[in-house]
């Protein structure tokens, strides 16, 4: 952890900077879905290494206890591109695959009774355990990165679940190597990371190098 003094006003403002740990998979935690075969990760002193072929499978980090967050950066490399379709907007149906998603599990009120639990899919189900006991969530807000310039600045809430909240923040330069950062105007609860690089739709494969990710309040 790296702490920060900056001066406003005449005044010390401490600024906590939560790097989190990208050489050991020791506490993160992969989920694999059903029907698509899982990305292939291998975590080392360079950081954490996501390769996609043609899969798609999410990592999440848990946060304990869950930290008021106010900025997201994310540093590293995406080596190839996706496979899209020609003239279908990414994110479509047949197109709905991100190199990078960051996603924010935020701290809220929902919480699934034992009937919604029972048929709820694994990935829900996942989601809702990542909650401390007597904590909910309200979604998961994910901030992705595009090789297209003109998708930057789109929102939406996911068509497969009201629970997914994209924003489309970032967009690939030409080299591969990326430093993106976003701050948030007004502070959020992070109860955990979820990161999803996806190429299960389009048929892709590339690989992502993540060296650095922080959380700043």
């Known amino acids: 952890m790296r702490v920060d003094g900056r ?11 939560v790097a989190i740990p990208l050489q050991s998979g020791q506490s993160w935690q992969v989920l694999k879905y059903r029907s698509i075969s899982p990305n292939q990760l291998e975590f080392s002193p360079a950081g954490l ?29 995406v080596k190839g591109a996706l496979q899209l379709p020609v003239n279908q907007e990414q994110g479509a149906k047949g197109a709905d695959d991100y190199q990078l998603r960051v996603g924010l599990v935020l701290k809220g009120n ?10 709820a899919a694994d990935w829900v189900v996942k989601l809702f355990d990542l909650a401390p006991k007597d904590v909910g969530i309200e979604r998961i807000l994910f901030l992705n990165a595009t090789h297209l310039e003109k998708a930057v600045g789109k ?24 430093d993106f950062k976003h701050e ?23 690989e992502v190098q993540l060296t650095k990710l922080e959380l700043s309040d």
């Open 110 to 119: 929902r919480r699934l009774n034992f009937v919604q639990r029972a048929i």
């Open 155 to 178: 929102e939406r809430v996911h068509p497969l679940s009201e629970l997914l909240h994209e924003r489309v923040l970032w967009h690939f330069p030409a080299s591969g190597d990326f």
């Open 7 to 17: 001066s406003r006003v005449g005044k010390v403002v401490l600024a906590a900077v």
């Open 184 to 206: 948030f105007s007004d502070p959020v609860e992070v109860l955990a990371l979820w990161l999803s690089s996806d190429g299960d739709d389009t048929a892709s494969n590339y």
């Open 49 to 77: 290494a996501i390769k996609v072929e043609k899969s798609a499978s999410p990592v999440i980090y848990p946060l304990t206890p869950a930290m008021r967050t106010k900025s997201v950066r994310v540093v590293g490399k």
